[in-house]
């Protein structure tokens, strides 16, 4: 038999823009990386996944919010480089206040 104390509520949150979903967890988790490494193959070894799921996902968040989210810099003897828009940052804060929000309000309630 199960314990029921040993449940825990989960879910699965998304940012969408008119019904299109813009961001996940794993879209989030992608812009991340793309942030803290600088550059699209770095962030695809990091998280583990092809640099063409990366840049598919990042092309379909940017299809869904209608904004860029990186800033690429071609290389060269300075080095290239890709970073996060104001946008895709506030996003990233954004998701992660409201996952925060959501995960501590829904073990309040479950634990009543």
Same mark, same amino acid.
């Given at each position: 038999?199960? #314990?029921?104390?040993?449940?825990?509520?989960?879910?699965?949150?998304?940012? *969408?823009?008119?019904?299109?979903? *813009?961001?996940?967890?794993? +879209?989030?988790?992608?812009?991340?990386?793309?942030? =803290?490494?600088?550059?699209?193959?770095?962030?695809?070894?990091?998280?583990?996944?092809?640099?063409?799921?990366?840049?598919?996902?990042? @092309?379909?968040?940017? =299809?869904?919010?209608?904004?860029?989210?990186?800033?690429?810099?071609?290389? +060269?003897? +300075? +080095?290239?480089? @890709?970073?996060?828009?104001?946008?895709?940052? @506030?996003?990233?804060? #954004?998701?992660?206040?409201?996952?925060?929000?959501?995960?501590?309000? *829904?073990?309040?309630?479950?634990?009543?």
């Amino acid at each position: 038999m199960v #314990d029921a104390s040993s449940l825990r509520p989960r879910f699965e949150l998304w940012l *969408a823009r008119e019904n299109m979903k *813009a961001a996940n967890k794993e +879209g989030i988790e992608i812009l991340k990386a793309v942030r =803290d490494c600088g550059s699209f193959n770095e962030a695809a070894k990091h998280l583990g996944i092809s640099y063409r799921h990366l840049w598919k996902s990042l @092309t379909a968040m940017e =299809d869904a919010t209608g904004e860029a989210l990186v800033e690429s810099r071609i290389g +060269g003897h +300075g +080095g290239g480089g @890709t970073t996060l828009t104001i946008f895709a940052e @506030t996003m990233i804060q #954004d998701f992660e206040y409201l996952n925060e929000r959501m995960t501590r309000t *829904a073990e309040h309630e479950y634990s009543r």
